[in-house]
C-alpha cells in the first residue's frame, strides 16, 4: 500500500513561532504536494514540488515555505506562525500508472 | 484558468436513499482528468475515481456511479441505497492531463449526512 505519512495528526503552536510540517512518502514518487483545508473553502494548494530541490508556488503560498531534500521527504515550513493559519495540513504525492493522489492524514495545526 | 464547482454545500438524507452529488468544471486544458474524493470523519482523504476528459462512459462501483457529461462540464456522482458508513463530505478535483503529475483543482466540497 501506498504510504504517506505525516509527523503529526494535532499541533498547537503559539504565535511567531518557527513550524515545521513533515511529510514522508514510500513510493518513490516524485511529486509532492502541500494544501491547507478549510471550511467553506476546500483544499488549496500551497507548495508543490517535481524533484528534489525543486519547488514551485501553488495558489497560497504566502507565509509558507518548503524543503525537499531527499526524494522521500517534502517539509512545509511557517517561518512565523500567524492565527490566520490555524488549519489543517494535508501532504500527497502521485504516482502509479493512474497519477493518483495519495493523501497523507493530515495535520491539524492550532496556532494560539 | 480551472475550477471546480460543488453547489451543494450539505445534503442530508435517509438511509437506502439515493443521492446524486453534483460537480460541475472549467478548464481550458483540451486534455484533463476528473476525480472524486471521500473524507469521512478520520479526516482522511480516499481516492474514489479518476476519470479522463475522452472518456464519457458512465462508471459503475457497486452502490456508486459517476455521469460525466463534457456537453455541460460536469461530472457527478450518486450512491444508491445510502448508507450510514457514506456520511462523510466528497470532493470532486480537476487537474490537466499532459504530463499526469500536477496538482489538484478542487471543490468546496459537499458534507453528506446519511440518517439511519
Known amino acids: 500500500d501506498v504510504k504517506v505519512t505525516q509527523s503529526s495528526r494535532y499541533l498547537v503552536k503559539r504565535t511567531g513561532e518557527k513550524v515545521f510540517l513533515e511529510c514522508v512518502q514510500d513510493?518513490?514518487?516524485?511529486?509532492m504536494f502541500w494544501y491547507r483545508q478549510d471550511p467553506g473553502l476546500g483544499l488549496r494548494l500551497i507548495y508543490f514540488?517535481?524533484?528534489?530541490?525543486?519547488?514551485e508556488k501553488g495558489d497560497i503560498p504566502e507565509g509558507y515555505s518548503v524543503s525537499r531534500e531527499k526524494k522521500e521527504r517534502f517539509s512545509l515550513i511557517l517561518e512565523s506562525a500567524s492565527t490566520n493559519q490555524t488549519s489543517m495540513y494535508l501532504c500527497a504525492s502521485i504516482g502509479g500508472y493512474l497519477y493518483e493522489q495519495y493523501f497523507g492524514p493530515g495535520t491539524r495545526l492550532t496556532v494560539t | 484558468a480551472q475550477k471546480v464547482t460543488q453547489a451543494q454545500t450539505e445534503i442530508s438524507v435517509v438511509e437506502k436513499e439515493d443521492v446524486t452529488l453534483d460537480c460541475v468544471y472549467e478548464t481550458r486544458d483540451t486534455t484533463y482528468y476528473l476525480f472524486w474524493y471521500k473524507q469521512p470523519p478520520s479526516g482522511e482523504l480516499v481516492f474514489l475515481i479518476r476519470?479522463?476528459?475522452?472518456?464519457?462512459q458512465n462508471e459503475i462501483s457497486g452502490r456508486y456511479s459517476w455521469n460525466f457529461q463534457k456537453s455541460t462540464s460536469s461530472f457527478n456522482f450518486t450512491i444508491t441505497a445510502s448508507q450510514v458508513v457514506d456520511s462523510a463530505v466528497y470532493f470532486c478535483?480537476?487537474?490537466?492531463?499532459?504530463?499526469?503529475?500536477?496538482?489538484?483543482?478542487f471543490g468546496k466540497g459537499t458534507r453528506l449526512s446519511v440518517i439511519a
Open positions: 476519470r479522463n476528459f475522452f472518456d464519457e
Open positions: 514540488s517535481y524533484d528534489v530541490k525543486m519547488k
Open positions: 478535483a480537476l487537474s490537466e492531463a499532459w504530463s499526469g503529475n500536477t496538482p489538484l483543482v
Open positions: 513510493m518513490d514518487h516524485e511529486n
